[in-house]
């Protein structure tokens, strides 16, 4: 209760529930856009942060993070348009509802769904954090180094991506987080010769270019005119019948329980949560042969799902300083920058800010909840922009957000470079959010690497010897033989099928 | 087993051929510095591991486009390459890098936005026009009149 307390002295001022407030509604407002993601957008707000004080700025990023989750059904519902990543399943039973004259139910059920999840994410992340802290605090170089591994490699083998595709896509991050100058010995290392890269490829750089440009590139004309004869919505529409609303209960219980979980594996995130959480309900569900015509839980049990585990991204990474998934690995990168080491230290060393950060999810569910439901006619209208005006203004924010980290058009030329290559990756199946990982925890995993190889005079054994260690290895071969295994004994079955399969 | 030609996704047996490529680069590339040795490691020998497996990874995915199948999880495949949407959105991009240095950050960002909405080519002049100076004038009233980045405006 103390922390509490703490946490809520921490933001109730009113800079500081200012930036929530700002996070949430301007993660609202890229949410319900589709096209323009919270990655992009973290990626696109971090140079800002610099020029703001550091609760406030991890505020208002987590606040673009979880209020995405919140709009990105809103077109999902209305247009069979994903707004997000994570919402992509909402459409399924989401657009089914809308066009058959209960797009309010649909939205009412969603938003509280996500409101639900978010509080539930949010107990888990208070509760847990502390205690995954404190078993962290014995960890060794080692069984960080162990831990990094476990965390890329559950990136690249969990997903519809090909595994070999994306394990080469979290090596290749690894790759790139080695330009600049090697801490150790002062050698710059693959920089060909340019002094604008001894310093390393910035983070910001490459998310705005991988998932920003290309982002640009890859929608510019594919999305056309929207269809802007959305009804209007009234407040009374919006109610779900008294048995609906009982029926959600426990759906809304599973999804949150399953976001948790992947949110908490370092290196799966909200999207998938979303997947698996539809697929339990559908399994699970008495009526499966309801779902993909309207059924209430195929919104509850996903929503409930993608909030959750964006909140519950946090604990690894405030408890280990290892990024629950893409997104927090930027905010990672953040509090790098503003110079906090996150780490198993962070809740001793800066309780305010882990308190401050919780309460601030808190009041921020809280905002997001009254943002959507009585503003739900704003939202309407924002979807309704056109994107052929949206996506210049979005690449002129790319150009400011990364010329402003140093002033540097070159960075500008660089993000450009990764918006085509991330084009061309897409192009060819290759998922980049496994690259922006290994990119940032590069260098913690080579330090962590040396580290452990000086303090055992050179014995590789001794990341299998240490008991925790040895684990995180055990369970990260058993991981990489089982996925692989099934990759490899799925046969490819003939293309109508598949799409049955995947049913 | 017996392997049919027909069954060979060929598009990813040459992105497998690109993976090793890189991975190959960056074998040449890490072994230009020290190795150093096992209890005090230099400063190519992470960057060599790393390759080594991209190599690895690059067999993996020859392996897969042999056997296995996999959702491709996005729906660019089969569409045709938007060499106009590529050209211009990256003209728009280098306009800004270009610009700004030369004439400050305001026509920079006009540059960009011109170039850019000739991607999609759905606006009229007059509305790019209107888009271009509503853009450049919030960038420069949050940007730097609010947010005080040190970003110049216009240099004469």
Redo the contacts between chains.
């Keep these: 209760m103390d922390n509490i307390a703490l946490g809520l002295s921490v933001i109730l001022n009113l800079s500081t529930l200012g930036y929530c407030v700002l996070g949430v509604t301007v993660g609202m407002f890229i949410g319900v856009l589709p096209g323009l993601g919270p990655l992009a957008t973290v990626g696109m707000l971090l140079p800002l942060t610099f020029y703001v004080p550091q609760t406030d700025a991890i505020v208002m990023l987590a606040g673009i993070y979880y209020g995405s989750m919140y709009g990105g059904s809103t077109a999902a519902i209305l247009l069979n348009l994903p707004g997000t990543a994570g919402a992509a399943v909402t459409c399924l039973d989401g657009n089914p509802l809308a066009k058959s004259g209960r797009a309010g139910v649909a939205l009412f059920t969603a938003t509280l769904s996500s409101f639900f999840g978010g509080i539930f994410g949010l107990v888990v992340v208070a509760s847990f954090t502390p205690l995954l802290a404190s078993v962290a605090l014995s960890f060794g170089s080692p069984e960080y180094a162990s831990l990094i591994v476990l965390g890329l490699l559950a990136a690249a083998m969990v997903g519809n991506a090909s595994k070999g595709k994306s394990l080469a896509m979290a090596l290749f991050g690894l790759l790139i987080a080695m330009v600049g100058t090697d801490p150790n010995s002062g050698v710059d290392r693959m920089t060909f010769g340019l002094l604008s890269l001894a310093d390393g490829v910035n983070l910001v750089v490459v998310t705005t270019g991988l998932f920003g440009i290309a982002e640009v590139l890859a929608n510019v004309g594919r999305i056309g005119a929207r269809d802007a004869k959305v009804a209007q919505i009234r407040m009374r529409d919006m109610l779900p019948t008294a048995r609906e609303a009982r029926g959600a209960l426990f759906p809304a219980l599973r999804g949150s329980s399953i976001g948790a979980i992947l949110g908490i594996l370092p290196g799966t995130g909200a999207a998938l949560a979303t997947f698996v959480a539809y697929a339990v309900e559908k399994r699970t569900s008495k009526t499966p042969e309801r779902f993909g015509k309207g059924a209430l839980e195929g919104i509850v049990a996903p929503e409930s799902a993608n909030n959750s585990a964006a909140q519950t991204a946090f604990v690894p990474t405030l408890s280990l300083g290892i990024p629950g998934d893409a997104i927090v690995a930027i905010m990672l990168g953040a509090l790098i920058i503003h110079g906090i080491v996150p780490g198993p230290q962070l809740i001793r060393d800066h309780p305010d800010l882990f308190w401050g950060l919780i309460a601030s999810f808190l009041i921020g569910n809280v905002v997001l909840l009254f943002l959507n439901l009585p503003l739900i006619g704003i939202w309407v209208r924002i979807l309704r922009i056109p994107y052929s005006v949206l996506y210049p203004a979005i690449l002129v924010f790319i150009c400011v957000g990364v010329f402003s980290i140093r002033s540097s058009v070159f960075d500008v030329a660089v993000a450009t470079v990764f918006g085509l290559g991330g084009y061309v990756m897409r192009r060819y199946g290759f998922p980049t959010a496994p690259l922006l990982l290994g990119l940032v925890l590069g260098p913690l995993l080579e330090q962590n690497f040396r580290r452990s190889l000086m303090l055992s005079r050179g014995d590789l054994m001794t990341f299998a010897d240490r008991p925790i260690s040895g684990s995180i290895l055990a369970l990260t071969l058993l991981i990489v033989i089982f996925l692989l295994g099934a990759e490899l004994r799925r046969r490819r079955p003939q293309a109508g099928l598949r799409k049955e399969e995947q049913r | 087993m017996r392997i049919k030609l027909a069954?060979i996704d060929w598009?990813?047996a040459s992105?497998?051929v690109a993976?090793l490529a890189?991975g190959l680069t960056?074998v040449v590339?890490s072994s230009r510095?020290?190795l150093g040795?096992?209890?005090?490691?230099?400063?190519?020998a992470?960057?060599m591991i790393?390759?080594v497996?991209?190599v690895l990874?690059?067999l993996?995915?020859a392996?897969?486009s042999v056997?296995?199948?996999?959702?491709?999880?996005?729906d660019?495949?089969g569409e045709p390459v938007?060499f106009r949407?590529?050209l211009f959105?990256?003209a728009?991009?280098?306009a800004?890098?270009?610009l700004?240095?030369l004439a400050g950050?305001v026509p920079?960002?006009l540059a960009?936005?011109f170039l850019?909405?000739m991607?999609?080519g759905?606006?009229r002049l007059w509305?790019?026009a209107l888009?271009?100076a509503l853009?450049?004038g919030f960038?420069a009233l949050v940007?730097v009149v609010l947010?005080?980045?040190?970003?110049t405006l216009v240099t004469w």
């Design positions: 069954a598009r990813d992105v497998a993976v890189l960056g590339l510095y020290s040795e096992m209890r005090n490691i230099g400063p190519g992470f960057p790393v390759s497996l991209i990874t690059g993996l995915i392996i897969e056997v296995a199948r996999h959702e491709e999880g996005d660019l495949r938007p949407v590529l959105v990256t728009g991009l280098l800004f890098v270009a700004t240095p950050a920079g960002i960009c936005v850019a909405s991607a999609d759905s606006l509305q790019v888009l271009a853009v450049a960038c940007f947010l005080k980045l040190p970003m």
